[in-house]
């Protein structure tokens, strides 16, 4: 160790910060006061030496006070210590290092998260003595010392373990190469805290996966294995983790144990620990999604299934137990009611759907069994269907009070492979749903809730059944039985049953509309009835009602029933309320449905709105004068809620922006630093681009430029979503405003190409909006982008060949049959490609637009030789030149 540092403590300063720390750990302090004081402490530039004093070496100091001096440092050191005179910085190590040997527990681990700091701000190539020193404790016998050791070395390995990863100049080698064989050495150790550490250290590595560990793979797998018997559960639990993060990362070194492995794993999972359980079966869905050897693991699930529904059903001290009690007499618990996080409106394709049972969001083993039969059955299908169909079918036959818990797991596996194992459930789904129905009435809550899930997994096969009797017999049950259930007095219930209504109303459609006045009846008294957080989930299935039936919503009965109530909580709602979200979401919704309908009361909404982004776009500079705090939330609903209202009235929506401040204030939202703000506000721009161009026209030049910034590489990076946006924006303006986009065309280009040509690393739905607004570019100045055709059509036609028919895949063929004309030469070599996009329209609906193609189709087969005209048809599908048949040639 280094020689006593020169610097001493003053007597008074000493006396005086241990008065401070002392009044500090006491709980009836003044703790702001002494906050501050200590605050004026910390300006002298000695002060940390004396926290490192008294948290080393003050003689007669409790181990409460040594310790907040200590973790007083820590905290200091994470903000200042790289601004430490070097005197300081060596004083501070000095005295740390003898502490490593304390004897009191809380001691040794203030000292290990004090050394992390200092190494993860000065680095470890700066404190050579560091690692002689932890070298030194672990050789020792002391089981002391070598847990302080062990302890800094596994917060290290925990915070930056690249730092142990490093070649250093210095240092001789890599601290890791010094480290690993001492670690591998404690996993023998008779102490189960020293055999715990050096795991969990070396855990660390396996993402990093250092030489030093690669070339020690198979010790290491040994030694797991030999420890997967270990008598401590925290080793065990550790084990398990290790060999899941081992089975992502590296599958091939552990085909050779996969099966002692597997078997481990299936024990563990059934272990008496719940966390070690749990650790284990995280295994299972990593092991599927690594693609493993999947026949191993088929030998397991006769075996696996059964352990995974065991695990399923509520453990007796599952919190969701007492919460299920709650009926909805009793007041919301503010621990219950969860953030509201609205998504930014977004243009193009978005498959990203969540129709999870709410209830697994706090994560436990019931939760992650029932997530691993999930991955299971999309990995096995039907083979796992004789192992849990027979299981599944003795606990429900159960009928007594005490199993309900077992029946509960049995609707939840039901509901867990509705997915990966449908075509073996397909031929009984009616039998299923129809056992299912009665039970959203049983007597035990959770089944209830539970039920609504699942019948909500099997909401697209019930309404693929309405097409005959028996199935249109079902489908009305189940509605009837998820509205019941909506106005159950049970909490978690109605939560169920609303967000199962609204997962039904995305598949049903218009089938919803015979049956529109009795959903909205049950929806109404819901929202009377229902409390903060359940009232968010009866926002969504408005909102999913008015999407699924669309413009069927628009009459006087309808809108009678359904908007007042809203418009009464709307104006309950202050400005800077948080439960403004989710209703703002459901009016984009309705506003969309009613269309022209909505115009009543399109007005107050537009005004809001307005005042909303005013006050936000203020707070952010001055929130004393905007009265309100800033959230870039408001913004975001605000700017979607103005866009359905573009989207429902078109093109009366000018009546209520002629004379607003919208233009300006869109410009300020294209540019906030908050990207779900430019999202929204992008979107937004397109839509008004759409119905009111001219409103757009004083500041157009500013927004198509904005928009184009977008598309930079670096923007596109760090934000898919605002490009896309924009990119969707861009489509819009140039086929309204056309000639006014033509000086940034080329710029334009620039973006959307590399875009296209680099499509396997890019958001789907950007890329499709590039193709498109690259056509519309094209087709609005054609002369501009001809020339350079030879360098992107091949990419562009790929894509155009791969989006839906629509209005804007025709746009964007109007640009290729323009540019193609002026430039037939350039096109020559990419046509193939040409017609394979041709040949990916199902019906091409404009006669003016089939007209063009048949034309250009036609340019070409005149053009070229008879043989070279028949070599590129033989280089299409069968189906794709029958469908060029369909132009004429």
């Known amino acids: 160790m280094a020689a006593q540092a020169v610097w001493q403590p003053k007597e008074e300063g000493l006396r005086e910060i241990c008065g401070l720390l002392r009044q500090h750990i006491r709980p009836t302090s003044d703790q702001s006061r002494i906050l501050q004081q200590l605050q004026h402490y910390s300006q002298f530039p000695d002060f940390n030496n004396y926290l490192a004093f008294i948290f080393t070496s003050a003689e007669g100091e409790s181990v409460e006070i040594r310790q907040a001096a200590g973790l007083l440092l820590k905290n200091n050191l994470k903000t200042s210590f790289n601004s430490l005179d070097s005197s300081c910085q060596t004083y501070i190590k000095t005295e740390i290092l003898p502490c490593l040997g304390a004897s009191d527990r809380n001691i040794k681990s203030t000292v290990g998260t004090v050394i992390s700091v200092i190494v993860e701000q000065g680095r470890i190539s700066t404190w050579p003595e560091l690692l002689g020193a932890l070298l030194q404790c672990l050789d020792s016998d002391n089981l002391n010392h070598m847990e302080g050791a062990m302890d800094a070395i596994s917060k290290i390995c925990e915070d930056i373990p690249e730092e142990l990863v490093a070649n250093f100049p210095g240092l001789g080698e890599r601290p890791i190469n010094v480290l690993l064989p001492r670690l591998f050495q404690l996993f023998e150790s008779p102490h189960a805290s020293l055999r715990k550490l050096s795991l969990q250290s070396i855990k660390q590595f396996i993402m990093l996966m250092p030489a030093a560990l690669y070339s020690s793979m198979d010790r290491f797998l040994q030694c797991l294995l030999v420890l997967s018997r270990d008598s401590a559960a925290e080793v065990r639990k550790l084990v398990c983790a290790a060999f899941v993060e081992l089975v992502e990362v590296q599958t091939a070194f552990l085909e050779p144990h996969l099966r002692s492995i597997a078997e481990f794993m299936l024990q563990a999972n059934k272990d008496s620990d719940d966390e070690v359980a749990l650790e284990a079966c995280e295994f299972w869905s990593t092991y599927c999604d690594s693609q493993a050897n999947l026949d191993l693991l088929r030998e397991f699930l006769q075996h696996l299934i059964p352990v995974l529904l065991t695990n399923m059903a509520y453990a007796d001290d599952d919190e969701a137990l007492a919460e299920a009690e709650e009926d909805d007499s009793l007041p919301d618990r503010e621990q219950n009611i969860k953030p509201h996080f609205h998504s930014s409106r977004f243009h193009g394709s978005d498959d990203d759907k969540n129709d999870d049972d709410d209830s697994f969001n706090i994560w436990n083993l019931r939760k992650c069994s029932a997530a691993s039969l999930d991955t299971i059955s999309n990995y096995y299908g039907d083979d796992i269907l004789p192992i849990l169909m027979p299981l599944v079918q003795a606990k429900l036959s159960t009928s007594t009070d005490e199993t309900w818990k077992e029946r509960e797991a049995a609707v939840l596996a039901i509901g867990a492979i ?55 017999d079902q489908f009305n049950k189940v509605l009837a039985g998820l509205l019941r259930r909506i106005l159950d007095s049970n909490k978690r219930v109605q939560e169920a049953a609303c967000s199962a209504l609204a997962t039904l109303e995305e598949e049903a459609a218009d089938e919803l509309v015979p049956h529109l006045e009795i959903i909205l009846q049950h929806l109404l008294s819901a929202f009377e009835r229902y409390q903060k957080r359940n009232l968010r989930i009866v926002y969504d299935a408005i909102a999913a009602l008015a999407d699924a039936v669309g413009a069927e919503l628009n009459q006087p009965r309808y809108i009678d029933t359904l908007i007042p109530p809203l418009i009464s909580k709307w104006q309950q709602l202050s400005n800077s309320d948080k439960e403004l979200f989710p209703l703002l979401e459901c009016f984009s919704s309705i506003a969309q449905a009613l269309g022209t309908g909505f115009c009543q009361f399109a007005q107050p909404v537009f005004v809001r709105c307005m005042i909303i982004i005013q006050s936000q776009l203020l707070a952010k500079v001055d929130p004393v004068s905007a009265g309100v705090q800033h959230d870039s939330g408001f913004m975001v609903c605000a700017l979607d809620l103005l866009s359905g209202l573009v989207e429902g009235l078109g093109s009366m929506i000018e009546a209520l922006v002629t004379n607003s401040l919208l233009r300006d204030l869109l410009l300020q939202c294209c540019m906030d630093h908050d990207s779900d703000v430019r999202q929204s506000a992008f979107a937004l721009l397109g839509d008004l681009a759409r119905v009111c161009p001219a409103y757009l026209h004083p500041r157009l030049s500013e927004f198509i430029n904005l928009a184009a910034k977008q598309l930079e590489t ?70 501009i982008v001809s020339p350079h055709l030879e360098h992107f059509i091949q990419f562009w036609c790929i894509t155009l060949s791969r989006i839906r028919d629509d209005i804007e895949k025709e746009d964007a063929f109007r640009g290729l049959c323009a540019i193609v004309r002026l430039n037939p030469s350039g096109a020559l070599s990419s046509l193939m490609y040409i017609c394979k996009s041709i040949a990916s329209w199902n019906v091409i609906r404009s006669q003016d637009l089939h007209d063009q193609v048949s034309q250009l189709l036609n340019m070409f087969k005149q053009t070229l030789r008879a043989q070279d005209w028949e070599l590129c048809l033989s280089m299409l599908e069968p189906p794709e030149r029958h469908k060029l048949t369909n132009y004429g040639i």
């Open 418 to 472: 509705a997915e990966g194992s449908i075509e073996g459930l397909y031929p009984h789904l009616l039998e299923i749903v129809e056992f299912l129905i009665p039970l959203l009435d049983d007597k035990f809550p959770l089944i209830r809730s539970i039920t609504c899930w699942t019948l909500s997994r099997f909401s697209r096969f019930i309404i693929q059944g309405i097409g005959n009797q028996k199935g249109l």
């Open 714 to 783: 670096p923007q596109v990076s760090a934000s898919a979503l605002v490009a896309n946006n924009a990119c969707w924006a861009i489509g819009e303006m140039a086929v309204k405003v056309k000639h006014e986009i033509s000086s940034i065309v080329m710029t334009l280009m620039s973006c959307l190409v590399p875009i296209l040509q680099h499509a396997q690393n890019c958001n789907r739905s950007l890329v499709e909006n590039a193709a498109i607004t690259l056509g519309r570019l094209s087709w609005v100045c054609p002369e």
